[in-house]
């Protein structure tokens, strides 16, 4: 099973890593031509305007705009998940997200770096140490997004389909649970291959309607 990393900048090494215990094979992603022949994607943390501009200097952003909305399973943390979502309500000058993730974020929610910390995480797929460190919150849910975690009265972990978007860091505590979710869902989803030329089929996605009544306080929903 082949994970492409997004390796322009952050916790590269980590991911691939993770990824490797896990029995995938890690791919380091840094120009177009390197997304053939994925079945997974992971987007790394690190500084979301720095990786943003980033993707578009490299030709990045569209083929994985394409992709991940085409339903390539994709896992992002912290910053992968800004470069994700729809709406980022604390832009940096010019900062762009690829907008295939239907929340609202705002970058640096819980506090400066002085205020990272690992704590353990309640989540609908078990406990999971994790570590959060100037990490973003999300907002707004849409009507497709499920919840899988909260942090300080703060939704910090959602599922769209086959995207995983996670404001805090497991591959820094080598918490393998959402990893792992990513490659069951490589599995569940049983793309067909996408090994050809083109970087624009169309892959199956699944639904992850949210539950009603399940929305936490706080967080708006469209």
Do not use: K, Y
Not at 70 to 86: M, N, Y
Not at 181 to 196: D, E, F, I, T, Y
């Amino acid at each position: 099973m082949r994970v492409g990393v997004l390796a322009l900048q952050g916790g590269v090494r980590e991911h691939a890593a993770l990824l490797a215990e896990l029995g995938a094979e890690p791919v380091l992603v840094r120009r177009p031509d390197q997304l053939r022949d994925l079945d997974a994607l992971a987007l790394p943390g690190g500084e979301s305007s720095v990786i943003d501009r980033l993707a578009r200097s490299t030709g990045l952003f569209d083929p994985l705009r394409r992709l991940i909305a085409d339903g390539l399973p994709t896992l992002a943390t912290c910053a992968g998940l800004i470069l994700l979502a729809q709406g980022v309500l604390d832009p940096a000058p010019g900062q762009q997200s690829l907008g295939v993730l239907d929340v609202d974020v705002r970058r640096n929610a819980f506090g400066p770096q002085l205020a990272s910390a690992e704590v353990p995480l309640a989540t609908r797929w078990g406990l999971a140490s994790v570590a959060f460190i100037r990490a973003p919150a999300v907002e707004r849910v849409g009507a497709d997004v499920q919840v899988l975690a909260q942090h300080a009265g703060r939704v910090v972990a959602v599922q769209q389909g086959s995207i995983i978007g996670l404001a805090f860091h497991p591959e820094l505590t080598g918490e393998p649970l959402f990893h792992q979710h990513l490659l069951g869902l490589v599995r569940l989803v049983a793309r067909p291959s996408s090994r050809h030329p083109t970087l624009s089929s169309r892959h199956p996605t699944l639904s992850c309607r949210r539950m009603p009544g399940s929305l936490p306080s706080g967080v708006t929903s469209r």
